[in-house]
């Protein structure tokens, strides 16, 4: 079921977001709308809060100050119980994958169908398989993680995350690890599920290729605070200095 909302209101509202580690500060006023049915681009050098962002917007962590809404609700303060319904309605991917070392393709996948759904054995099976072939893993229902490599465990934990239907995906750098082929097979699953779909995602990441294929906008984090935000042409267009220097240092790698 999907839920209510005014699509003239942002998907996602981030106002005045802080977060410290101690006396290391992660993120400083970090103020950003996600537009509803488009893809959000966070780039930024590592380990400079772009991670931490989403495990705001999931509720994993919480801020030190400011609020977040999704579809016009505000969801910082939320009760657990309440907070999990909103998880339902979101998707993540983590950055490794994060699948169950234990579980086949096929159960991992199938995990949140069981935890979330009154669908029957039969059912989920069905699901289970129709989420695979839209990755292109159905041929691996039965394999260990263990026995997959990076990109197909990407391929994975993607379906696992479009297991219920969410109105919402947050991708924590989907191509870290791979190889350009790899990756760029994984930016036009990502592309095809935001057209097919019309979900909104946000998704974090240092790589410029996925600037080009997969991004409607494009926030730049640096020092906790978004220092660019706009259409990857406007980005090129930007005269900070961190956004100058970051887009040059990609173009000569």
């Known amino acids: 079921m999907k839920m209510e909302n005014n699509s003239s209101e942002p998907a996602i509202r981030m106002q005045d977001l802080h977060k410290a580690f101690g006396q290391q500060v992660v993120l400083n006023g970090v103020n950003l709308d996600v537009p509803r049915g488009q893809t959000l681009?966070?780039?930024?050098?590592?380990?400079?809060?772009?991670?931490?962002?989403?495990?705001?917007?999931?509720?994993?962590?919480k801020p030190d100050q400011g609020e977040i809404e999704i579809n016009g609700a505000p969801v910082t303060s939320l009760p657990l119980k309440e907070l999990n319904e909103t998880r339902k309605k979101i998707g993540f991917l983590f950055q490794n994958a994060a699948l169950y070392d234990s579980l086949t393709v096929e159960e991992n996948v199938a995990f949140p169908l069981r935890r979330h759904s009154d669908l029957q054995d039969s059912e989920i099976r069905e699901r289970v398989r129709e989420l695979l072939a839209q990755v292109g893993m159905e041929s691996a229902l039965q394999k260990m993680p263990a026995n997959i490599s990076g990109g197909m465990k990407k391929r994975v934990g993607l379906a696992r995350a479009l297991a219920l239907d969410?109105?919402?995906m947050l991708l924590d750098e989907p191509n870290a690890g791979l190889d350009p082929i790899t990756a760029g097979?994984?930016?036009?699953?990502?592309?095809?599920?935001?057209q097919e779909r019309g979900i909104t995602s946000v998704?974090?990441?240092h790589d410029m290729r996925s600037v080009h294929t997969i991004a409607d906008r494009v926030a730049m984090l640096n020092r906790g605070a978004i220092v660019a935000e706009g259409t990857?042409?406007?980005?090129?267009q930007s005269d900070d200095p961190f956004v100058v220097?970051?887009?040059?240092?990609?173009?000569e790698k």
């Open 41 to 61: 681009l966070v780039l930024g050098r590592s380990g400079t809060g772009k991670s931490v962002l989403l495990k705001l917007l999931i509720g994993l962590q």
């Open 203 to 205: 998704v974090v990441t």
């Open 232 to 236: 990857p042409e406007e980005l090129k």
């Open 185 to 194: 097979e994984i930016d036009e699953l990502i592309r095809d599920m935001q």
């Open 245 to 251: 220097n970051f887009l040059q240092e990609k173009q």
């Open 166 to 168: 969410p109105e919402i």
